[in-house]
């Protein structure tokens, strides 16, 4: 508990300014993912076809899950609030599609994801470490009396 601590008041202490606006874009990048997966929800239906009812329920489950996680995450690490919880909370959710699913799909074909979820990875491990910053909602807990 203690080395986590250490993290903590090292990612508050060190947290230059300029590194917000990535935070707030890696917020907008999860809401747009979460969005998308939403609108894509055929390719879970193709899944569930040929599966059993407990495991078309669980599948079901699990979208729902990520699209509410990946909302409802993006937005708290977009305004600031919690950055740290809902990028643990996001993790494994990335972790899953970076190594079962975008690397089963060709890492080197043209428009592959794997570049691009491996980055939101990369961020959200950055922002489990770094945290809020000063442009953030909760930037009076750890930034008292700091101009802009």
């Known amino acids: 508990m203690n080395m986590l601590k250490k993290i903590q008041h090292w990612g508050d202490h060190h947290h230059p ?3 917000d606006y ?3 874009l890696l917020g907008l990048i999860l809401i747009w993912k979460g969005i998308d997966f939403y609108i894509n929800m055929q390719a879970f239906s ?3 076809r040929g599966a ?3 495991t078309a329920v669980s599948i079901s489950l699990l979208a729902h899950l990520i699209i509410m996680l990946h909302l409802i995450g993006g937005l708290a690490i977009t305004l600031g609030t919690h950055t740290r919880v809902f990028c643990l909370v996001n ?3 990335l972790i899953g599609a970076v190594f ?3 690397i089963s799909g060709g890492i080197f074909k043209p428009y592959s994801e794997f570049w691009f979820s491996a980055s939101v990875l990369i961020g959200l491990v950055c922002f489990a470490i770094e945290g809020n910053g000063i442009l953030s909602v909760d930037r ?3 930034y008292p009396k700091q101009a802009l």
């Open 17 to 19: 300014k300029w590194l």
């Open 22 to 24: 990535f935070r707030i």
């Open 46 to 48: 193709n899944l569930m």
């Open 52 to 54: 059993f009812l407990g």
């Open 91 to 93: 993790l494994p959710i």
């Open 100 to 102: 079962f699913v975008n």
């Open 140 to 142: 009076e807990k750890v």
